[in-house]
């Protein structure tokens, strides 16, 4: 049985169904939402999922958004009277899953709070009131009771899960119904009706896309955390926390899973991407730095300050290749302090360093904390980046291309032996494919929140003809990918044989991060609805995103081409002649 409040301001809406025997969810619906986290682009929404399992006793997991305030606490109030909920169980303390926890706690001072450890510590921060609590660890369990109608008992037994992706998530499996409840592990940001996964390849682009932004850069963490999945009982569906509950196609996602992580775990070296959680915009921009890391193929790895103890920390700093730290607050607390000097204590003469600014409020300053990284002669992995102002979207997608260029670093060793591993004569064949010469731009949001970006492409093809369609390859480095996701718009700029060397020469150069690509260059702006049309091109086709294919260095994007137009019917199209096949 559905039951759903009206729809508020913003199309926010409700939706609560059960999920198992005595167990329901609430669905807080946020249709339009379009940013999220590190600023990734939504193109459907998302949902913030929590749940109330009735047994002898009454647990609800996690609460909501607290744009939701005026509508999920009556709603919850429609299931249950708030104090007859005897546990809150908090997955982890990020602000979209706890928003209501102190409305709760107001409307119910005598709950108990369950969490893991490093979530006490942040919640005592974020209600500013005591309460009950109790913190866990794997192999903990809370026993609920049988429930005397379903006569189904519900023992729930916790999962450490750090860095999942937050330092302190934990998952919580349900015996009586095996449901495991992971909130944002295995989720992904899509808004339906559909309460399960019943649509895969509906949800597929945008499940591969959360996990190579929020997930990915954590794939050790994602490994050990399916390690532990492993040693439970038949788990029939995993309740996340934003989108569709995977019951339906679960061991599809699980697989998935797996493999990705397995992939981004080969070999041994590793950017360690240092963040303080709960500190300004920390977490936010080292996943930013850590998406553009993981682009380039290389390893990375989330390391929490605050939430790490001395002897992990120790270890993931001094065994890493690659080390990226936030400015620290002015006046460290005694913990934190001891981290600092533990990470500083671990650093090695042969690594490569690199520092961002948190945007705290009281950071040191940022010269000052790269000064004491290059204390031991370190190689400076990028410019300082300074944030001075509230991070925007061309903040991330600046720290994004600076994580790019520091994954190059790190792989440039396998890059060039995959490019001599080729046979001679079959490297030559290979070579002798021929295409075209494009530059395709891609814009999103407006003023300080745009993101724009550009490349050269040869590799493009036609590829349907009802509806017009066509593809490009895209390497998965380039910062143009993060803006041609599924539903995204670019412009495919044609250029024209007897013109094309200026532009060309200047579109391949190596920009800076977060650099102008189109400083300079004659360019129209609103013609297309994708990004940027080139004054100086032979043609421009406007096209949609349509389905993306992974090879292994290249994305193949299938678009849907909507406009276009021709400057000149008389000219020619530019034509890219290779005579190896090892690179452009």
């Known amino acids: 049985m559905v039951a759903a409040a009206p729809a508020v301001t913003g199309r926010l ?221 038949e788990i029939n569906t995993i309740a996340v926390g934003h989108g569709p509950l995977l019951r339906e196609h679960l061991q599809h996602w699980l697989d998935d899973y797996r493999t990705w992580s397995g992939q981004r775990s080969k070999g041994e070296s590793y950017a360690a991407v240092c963040y303080l959680s709960q500190y300004g915009f920390s977490d936010r921009i080292s996943q930013a730095i850590a998406h553009g890391i993981g682009k380039a193929e290389a390893q990375v790895q989330l390391v929490d300050l605050r939430a790490t103890d001395p002897q992990e920390l120790t270890a993931l700093i001094g065994d890493a290749k690659a080390v990226v730290v936030p400015t620290w607050p002015a006046e460290p607390d005694s913990d934190l302090q001891a981290a600092i000097g533990t990470l500083l204590a671990a650093l090695g003469p042969k690594q490569t360093v690199g520092v961002y600014d948190a945007f705290g409020g009281n950071d040191a300053p940022i010269d000052a904390v790269a000064s004491q990284l290059r204390s031991q002669g370190q190689k400076e992995a990028f410019a300082p980046l300074r944030i001075r102002q509230l991070p925007s979207g061309a903040d991330y997608q600046r720290c994004e291309e600076a994580g790019t260029d520091l ?28 295409g075209g010469l494009y530059v395709v731009t891609a814009s999103q949001g407006e003023g300080e929140a745009q993101r724009r970006s550009a490349m050269v492409a040869s590799w493009v093809s036609q590829a349907s003809f009802a509806p017009p369609g066509l593809t490009v390859a895209v390497a998965k480095d380039r910062a143009i990918e993060t803006l041609m996701q599924v539903g995204d718009r670019f412009v495919l700029n044609v250029l024209r044989d007897d013109n094309h060397q200026e532009l060309m020469r200047h579109f391949l150069k190596r920009f800076l991060p977060g650099a102008d690509r189109f400083e300079g260059v004659n360019v129209l702006e609103g013609v297309a609805d994708g990004g940027p049309v080139l004054g100086d091109a032979l043609a421009y ?44």
């Open 13 to 233: 809406s409700l939706q609560c169904e059960a999920i198992a025997s005595d167990s329901s969810t609430i669905r807080s619906l946020d249709w339009e939402r379009s940013r999220f986290d590190i600023e990734f682009g939504l193109r459907n929404g998302t949902t913030y999922n929590s749940f109330l399992v009735r047994g002898e006793r009454t647990a609800l997991i996690d609460t909501s958004h607290a744009k939701f305030r005026d509508t999920w606490i009556p709603m919850l109030q429609e299931q249950i009277d708030p104090k007859a909920i005897d546990v809150l169980i908090v997955s982890h303390t990020e602000p979209d899953h706890s928003g209501l926890i102190g409305d709760l706690l107001d409307l119910n001072p005598e709950i108990e709070i369950v969490g893991s450890k490093v979530a006490i510590q942040f919640l005592e921060n974020q209600v500013h009131r005591p309460f009950k609590s109790r913190a866990v660890k794997s192999g903990d369990e809370l026993d609920l009771g049988t429930n005397s109608d379903s006569g189904v008992s519900h023992r729930f037994e916790f999962l450490s899960a750090p860095n999942l992706h937050w330092p302190d998530t934990i998952f919580s499996f349900d015996h009586g119904t095996g449901v495991l409840y992971t909130c944002d592990a295995f989720g992904l940001h899509y808004c339906s009706d559909d309460v399960f996964d019943c649509d895969p390849g509906a949800i597929a682009p945008d499940f591969r896309f959360y996990y190579d932004c929020l997930m990915g850069p954590n794939a050790r963490s994602v490994l050990q955390a399916l390690k532990r999945m492993d040693g439970l009982p």
């Open 407 to 434: 994954g190059q670093l790190l792989t440039r060793a396998k890059t060039i032996a995959a490019m001599k591993s080729l046979d001679g004569d079959l490297d030559k064949a290979l070579g002798r494919l021929s």
């Open 541 to 584: 086709l406007g096209c949609r995103v349509e389905q993306r294919m992974e090879g292994p260095d290249h994305w193949i994007i299938y678009a849907v081409v909507e406009q276009g137009n021709v400057a000149d019917t008389e000219a020619i199209t530019a034509v890219h002649h290779r005579k190896v096949g090892n690179h452009y």
